[in-house]
């Protein structure tokens, strides 16, 4: 089965209580095979990593060492942590062993300390040639591997890979065999593509049709997880990952470099309500969206949550957003993975996302005459479904041959 790895912060510790039943009351129907943090999570709690041991899920602390190629608020939580720094740095700044080896060590020391089942190794946002940003990753993997091998590590080992969508083309590929020799190298147990805006643009069919290429290119030497994709986790799925990993109808997508530039602010305390996800569209739309549904009865209907076990009314979803979100994910994964054969898995997720687009276009024409309802962005349903017609076609054609 495929895993559905969730991302938590410290505002979820009631809710993964809940989720879990660890709270005295019933667990969730479906559950996340995984938790995953934020980098300065632990530094605020360390209930989550109580909560995912209580549960028996592994419990990950996402590094996130690609900050250090932006500039972040001197009060940023992450720029205060041991391995943080508020300055960007080059790649002439990170070409040191030294600087190397004292990152890697604080990286994997807080990590542990922090109560992870495994060690993400430090990564780095591999967005154009020619930065010399390709060496640097390449050595820290090295130096990682011959770190943990000198301590005699037991954990399983992450190798995040980051790649802007521009490298996501094979033809860039021999300008990555440097990542590639230094990845095998370090030799992780698993590998997790965080490719950004993969979902993203006019080209986005072929940024999928990229990325699903390089998960097919990986999975023969390692098991492949889909890093942030909660938009595209399904079809990676298909594809052959071993999962993905999404925040809660929220941070859906992999934007690296937006990430970056986010924290060059004060923070800002709070945040928002939640968004809802909608099974049929695969990513969740604000709340008020949903509300302005309810004057048409079809789509009010397409949207709500039909399953008790997950909303034991249908407008349960607008009032436990979260939850409902991780265990419809969750659901709907183990629904996919359940298929046997890869070309029917690929039909599968074609009907899903053509449905999911035909929704999306009903939502759409209310929300052009209902003053400030938001539209749904379709662009990643769409490359979903041609990529996914391709592939099972694909996979058709090679039978009969």
């Known amino acids: 089965m495929a895993e559905l790895l969730i991302r938590v912060g410290s505002q979820d510790v009631a809710l993964m209580n809940r989720v879990f039943g660890l709270d005295g009351a019933r667990a969730a129907a ?4 995984r938790l995953v943090v934020d980098a300065h999570v632990p530094a605020k709690t360390s209930e989550l990593a109580a909560i995912a041991r209580r549960a028996g899920v592994p419990f990950l602390v996402d590094p996130q060492t690609y900050f250090l190629q932006g500039a972040q608020h001197s009060g940023d939580p992450w720029a205060q942590l041991p391995f943080g720094d508020p300055r960007p740095l080059t790649a002439a700044d990170l070409a040191s062993t030294a600087t190397q080896d004292a990152l890697i060590a604080t990286c ?5 300390a922090a109560g992870a089942t495994a060690i993400i190794a430090p990564y780095l946002h591999l967005e154009r040639l020619g930065d010399g940003l390709v060496f640097v990753q390449a050595a820290l993997w090295k130096r990682t ?5 000198a301590r005699g590590n037991q954990l399983p080992v992450i190798a995040v890979v980051a790649l802007g969508w521009r490298l996501l083309d094979p033809s860039t590929d021999k300008d990555l065999i440097p990542v590639w020799e230094a990845l095998d190298a370090l030799h992780p147990t698993e590998v997790a593509i965080a490719a950004t805006k993969a979902h993203m643009g006019s080209t986005a069919v072929d940024r999928l049709h990229h990325l699903v290429m390089l998960i097919n290119k ?3 030497a390692y098991p492949v997880l889909a890093w942030q994709q909660g938009l595209l986790g399904e079809a990676c799925v298909a594809a052959g990952a071993r999962g993905y990993e999404t925040g809660m109808a929220m941070r859906e997508h992999c934007d690296l470099q937006t990430a970056q530039n986010s924290r060059r602010t004060a923070p800002t305390g709070g945040r928002g309500a939640p968004p809802v996800y909608i099974p049929a569209l695969g990513r969740g739309i604000p709340k008020k969206t949903v509300r302005e549904l309810h004057t048409d009865r079809t789509v009010w209907s397409s949207v709500l949550c039909a399953d008790p076990r997950c ?3 249908g407008d349960h979803v607008l009032n436990d957003a979260r939850q409902h979100a991780i265990v419809s994910r969750a659901r709907s994964l183990a629904e996919l993975t359940q298929i046997d054969r890869a070309t029917w898995r690929w039909a599968e997720v074609s009907r899903r996302s053509a ?3 035909r929704l999306s276009q009903r939502i759409n024409k209310i929300a052009d005459r209902t003053p400030g ?3 749904v962005d379709t662009r990643a349903l769409e490359a979903i479904h041609t990529v996914s017609d391709q592939r099972r076609h694909l996979r058709r054609r090679r039978k009969a041959a």
């Open 108 to 112: 994997i020391d807080y990590q542990i």
């Open 355 to 357: 449905h999911g687009i």
């Open 311 to 313: 909303c034991p009314s």
């Open 145 to 149: 591997a011959a770190l943990l091998a």
């Open 373 to 375: 309802m938001a539209r």
């Open 218 to 220: 990986l999975t023969p």
């Open 30 to 33: 479906w559950r996340p095979d």
